[in-house]
């Protein structure tokens, strides 16, 4: 019932969105729009995806390094996979099989290598942040279309947001210190729960952190975040070649604008981004740019195709090739919720059963003390 209601409000969320992205817009218009774009600036903006993904591959074997060795081939191809997974199945489910998928086929601790996926998003974070920082230093206010209350808000939201990533770095940096320490002090639940189940916490705890090692060596951690910034200036370059191709005239730096507020976009949880990406770079161009509606509408679509259809081909071909298909890997993704759900379950059973033992003995040794007493 939960599961379907959720389904019903993510579809009534992606219909919102599309509906506020199309409200103003003269289909004809947008196709005129369409027509008109450059194909050889397309080409070259579908080309970008290819350094994107390769320098994601690239920076997921750094981050694994402290973990085990994981060739490169295999980061790129659970990568590919995982992305395209994310684009075609419900809850992103790419997040979750692409460690799986490298665990296994590298042989390395699945809960380690997911940890990595949490920091790579906080990289990803602090580096979009970081470039929109640039983009706001160095930007001539003349240049910047429409309300200027609204830019305000939205500089003052990325300053909120930069200063909760840098502390979320910093709080994985103190979790990740000390890996066999954080371990032990989850041996503390062994008061509440049996000592079974908490020592299965407190090794999950512990193998969690082990994923956090970049998190230890401040310098691999510097170089991991350096690694991010040629990945997301090739997005930036996607974007704004296809800006260009719809013959938007606006600098190579305001697409690190446009691309701040597609991560919003993004994160939105809609099915493959549609309806939040799209908004969100109509807002970007016709507010902050001055864009006409329809030449903005006709961008954003051809924009999402860029940056999912390419990576999304890619990754069933290495689906294929590994003998996983679409079915499969929606039926594996409802495995792991539906492992997830069984331990929860299994949890508060074992729980329920530890504290009835322990009013048990309790009940016996104050029986015990008034035999003694008598």
Same mark, same amino acid.
């Not at 920076?59 to 395209?84: D, K, M, N, S, V």
């Not at 729960?193 to 951690?221: D, K, N, S, Y």
């Given at each position: 019932?939960?599961?379907?209601?959720?389904?019903?409000?993510?579809?009534?969320?992606?219909?919102?969105?599309?509906?506020?992205?199309?409200?103003?817009?003269?289909?004809?218009?947008?196709?005129?729009?369409?027509?008109?774009?450059?194909?050889?600036?397309?080409?070259?903006?579908?080309?970008?995806?290819?350094?994107?993904?390769?320098?994601?591959?690239?920076?997921?074997?750094?981050?694994?390094?402290?973990?085990?060795?994981?060739?490169?081939?295999?980061?790129?191809?659970?990568?590919?996979?995982?992305?395209?997974?994310?684009?075609?199945?419900?809850?992103?489910?790419?997040?979750?099989?692409?460690?799986?998928?490298?665990?296994?086929?590298?042989?390395?601790?699945?809960?380690?290598?997911?940890?990595?996926?949490?920091?790579?998003?906080?990289?990803?974070?602090?580096? $979009?942040?970081? +470039?929109?920082? =640039?983009? *706001? #230093?160095?930007?001539? %206010?003349?240049? @910047?279309? &429409?309300?200027? !209350?609204? /830019?305000?808000?939205?500089?003052?939201?990325?300053?909120?947001?930069?200063?909760?990533?840098?502390?979320?770095?910093?709080?994985?940096?103190?979790?990740?210190?000390?890996?066999?320490?954080?371990?032990?002090?989850?041996?503390?639940?062994?008061?509440?729960?049996?000592?079974?189940?908490?020592?299965?916490?407190?090794?999950?705890?512990?193998?969690?952190?082990?994923?956090?090692?970049?998190?230890?060596?401040?310098?691999?951690?510097?170089?991991?975040?350096?690694?991010?910034?040629?990945?997301?200036?090739?997005?930036?370059?996607?974007?704004?070649?296809?800006?260009?191709?719809?013959?938007?005239?606006?600098?190579?730096?305001?697409?690190?604008? $446009?691309?701040? +507020?597609?991560? =919003?976009? *993004? #994160?939105?949880?809609? %099915?493959?981004? @549609?309806? &939040?990406?799209? !908004?969100? /770079?109509?807002?970007?161009?016709?507010?902050?740019?001055?864009?006409?509606?329809?030449?903005?509408?006709?961008?954003?679509?051809?924009?999402?195709?860029?940056?999912?259809?390419?990576?999304?081909?890619?990754?069933?071909?290495?689906?294929?090739?590994?003998?996983?298909?679409?079915?499969?890997?929606?039926?594996?993704?409802?495995?792991?919720?539906?492992?997830?759900?069984?331990?929860?379950?299994?949890?508060?059973?074992?729980?329920?059963?530890?504290?009835?033992?322990?009013?048990?003995?309790?009940?016996?040794?104050?029986?015990?003390?008034?035999?003694?007493?008598?």
């Amino acid at each position: 019932m939960r599961s379907r209601l959720r389904a019903i409000l993510i579809l009534l969320l992606t219909v919102g969105l599309l509906a506020y992205f199309l409200r103003n817009a003269h289909l004809a218009g947008v196709w005129t729009e369409t027509r008109r774009a450059r194909a050889s600036l397309l080409l070259l903006a579908v080309g970008t995806s290819g350094v994107t993904y390769t320098m994601r591959a690239l920076r997921w074997q750094y981050l694994l390094a402290p973990i085990g060795h994981a060739r490169f081939r295999t980061a790129f191809e659970t990568t590919t996979i995982g992305f395209a997974a994310s684009f075609l199945l419900p809850a992103r489910a790419g997040e979750v099989l692409r460690p799986y998928l490298l665990a296994r086929r590298e042989r390395l601790p699945a809960t380690a290598c997911f940890a990595t996926i949490i920091v790579e998003r906080l990289l990803d974070l602090v580096t $979009v942040l970081l +470039l929109f920082g =640039v983009f *706001v #230093a160095l930007v001539d %206010p003349a240049s @910047i279309a &429409g309300d200027p !209350a609204l /830019y305000a808000r939205v500089k003052a939201g990325g300053l909120v947001a930069g200063s909760a990533s840098l502390a979320g770095l910093v709080a994985f940096f103190a979790l990740a210190g000390h890996p066999e320490r954080l371990g032990r002090a989850a041996l503390s639940i062994e008061r509440v729960l049996p000592a079974r189940l908490a020592h299965a916490v407190a090794r999950f705890v512990e193998t969690f952190a082990q994923g956090l090692g970049v998190m230890r060596q401040p310098g691999r951690l510097f170089v991991s975040l350096l690694l991010s910034f040629p990945l997301w200036l090739s997005i930036a370059a996607g974007i704004w070649l296809t800006s260009r191709a719809f013959h938007m005239t606006f600098a190579y730096i305001g697409s690190f604008l $446009v691309m701040t +507020l597609l991560v =919003v976009g *993004v #994160a939105m949880p809609t %099915p493959g981004a @549609i309806g &939040g990406f799209h !908004a969100m /770079y109509q807002i970007a161009v016709t507010t902050f740019f001055g864009v006409p509606t329809d030449r903005a509408v006709g961008g954003a679509i051809v924009l999402h195709a860029v940056s999912f259809v390419p990576v999304t081909l890619l990754g069933l071909l290495f689906m294929a090739r590994e003998g996983l298909s679409l079915t499969r890997m929606r039926e594996m993704a409802a495995e792991e919720t539906e492992d997830g759900r069984k331990t929860e379950g299994g949890s508060r059973k074992k729980e329920d059963e530890g504290q009835d033992r322990v009013s048990e003995e309790s009940r016996e040794a104050e029986r015990s003390r008034e035999r003694t007493a008598r």
